[in-house]
């Protein structure tokens, strides 16, 4: 049974850093790819980057680039989201999600998904 927790989420000044995890269960990284998603109050949810073994890192909002740090733990079949210089902006639920070997951008491209945890950028 493929199961995803996400954990991480907080409060944090604008300027400020955060690290999201997400463990995987039910299945092992090597052959899966995981994303980020997001979602803001009133907003579609968007991907953010991904990660993959065979298809490598993909960044799927420039806002992110140069601040948003992805990768991920074949041991402890984790992926970690790091995320550096927030702004309110990047207040939102953010969502690990799973799909097989490649990945895409389209959230309804991901079967599995965690229950999400929230970022809040505000001073």
């Known amino acids: 049974q493929v199961q995803l927790v996400e954990s991480g989420g907080g409060l944090v000044q604008p300027g400020g850093s955060l690290r999201l995890s997400c463990v995987a269960s039910?299945?092992?990284?090597?052959?899966?790819?995981i994303a980020w998603f997001r979602q803001a109050s009133g907003k579609e949810r968007e991907g953010v980057v991904c990660?993959?073994?065979?298809?490598?890192?993909?960044y799927y909002q420039d806002s992110v680039k140069g601040r948003f740090t992805i990768s991920r733990d074949e041991h402890t079949n984790t992926v970690y989201l790091q995320m550096k210089t927030l702004t309110p902006e990047d207040t939102a639920i953010y969502y690990c999600?799973?799909?097989?070997?490649?990945?895409?951008?389209?959230?309804?491209?991901?079967?599995?998904w965690g229950q999400g945890t929230q970022v809040t950028v505000s001073s």
């Open positions: 999600a799973t799909r097989v070997r490649f990945c895409n951008r389209f959230r309804n491209e991901y079967p599995d």
């Open positions: 039910g299945f092992t990284l090597d052959d899966y790819a």
């Open positions: 990660i993959s073994r065979i298809s490598g890192t993909s």
